[in-house]
């Protein structure tokens, strides 16, 4: 009976190690990965005023709340 309950603290104290070095490992940032946060999937998209492009809202050139495709376009 005794030596049960040695083996249970044993296999808790086991775990409790093993799930620490876990949260331990994932807290702390890879530093192989870029800091860049990552883009959502779901891109909201927008198209080039001068000629009707569809891209990306990040990816668009914003000039007096118009999108552009290309730097070439947002000159008048
Ligand atoms: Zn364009």
């Known amino acids: 009976m005794f030596g049960k ?10 775990a409790l190690f093993m799930l620490r070095s876990v949260l331990g490992k994932s807290k702390k940032p ?3 990965k870029p800091p860049e946060p990552t883009q959502p999937s779901a891109q ?4 080039c005023d001068r000629c009707g492009a569809h891209l990306a ?4 050139i914003w000039k007096a709340g118009r999108a552009y495709c290309c730097p070439e376009h947002v000159e008048p």
């Open 5 to 14: 309950i040695l083996l249970v603290m044993g296999l808790v104290a086991v």
């Open 30 to 32: 890879p530093a192989s």
């Open 44 to 47: 909201r998209l927008v198209h």
């Open 57 to 60: 809202e990040s990816e668009a």
